[in-house]
């Protein structure tokens, strides 16, 4: 029996992307056929790692025969007409997150060079999602914080106001 993780799942999840780019019904059986070393669809069905596999293509299908069905019923030129609005949507959703990125990023810095930076990493730690999510995105700033030399002006001038 191949291990639910391994080689096994690469090669039904193959197959399961076979299935779906020749739109041939998803089935556990479909794909105990097709697969070099599972003989059942119980193999499939008994195990918690291939049946979500098997579900979350079965999901993609169906939602692909949905899409297909609208279109169908569609003029090509309605169809065309309407992947380029999205198209456009797309620039522009894609353009408001950069800016939101951009303008993020400039925020962060800004209040780094203020001194508040911790504020607001404490602020954002009931928020990790989120602050993830931003990281990914490349909306904070990735520095490496070094102390100031104890001669510089600047560091006289912050001990002078303490």
């Known amino acids: 029996m191949t291990e639910p993780n391994g080689s096994g799942n690469d090669a039904m999840r193959a197959i399961?992307?076979?299935l779906l780019a020749d739109d041939e019904d998803i089935t556990a059986r479909a794909v105990a056929r097709l697969h070099p070393s599972i003989n059942a669809a119980s193999s499939i069905t008994r195990s918690e790692p291939r049946s979500t596999l098997l579900a979350e293509y079965q999901q993609r299908q169906a939602a692909y025969r949905r899409w297909r069905g609208r279109v169908g019923?569609?003029?090509g030129a309605d169809t065309a007409a309407s992947l380029?609005?999205?198209d456009i949507r797309i620039a522009e959703l894609e353009a408001?997150?950069?800016l939101l990125t951009d303008s993020h990023l400039a925020m962060l810095?800004?209040?780094g060079e203020l001194g508040g930076f911790s504020k607001w990493a404490r602020f954002y730690a009931q928020y990790r999602?989120?602050?993830d999510r931003l990281a990914k995105l490349?909306?904070?700033p990735e520095a490496a914080v070094s102390s100031m030399p104890a001669d510089s002006p600047k560091h006289r001038e912050d001990t002078r106001r303490r």
């Open 129 to 131: 999602d989120a602050r």
């Open 84 to 86: 380029t609005d999205k």
């Open 96 to 98: 408001t997150v950069q």
């Open 73 to 75: 019923k569609r003029s």
């Open 109 to 111: 810095r800004a209040v």
């Open 16 to 18: 399961l992307e076979a």
């Open 138 to 140: 490349g909306a904070i």
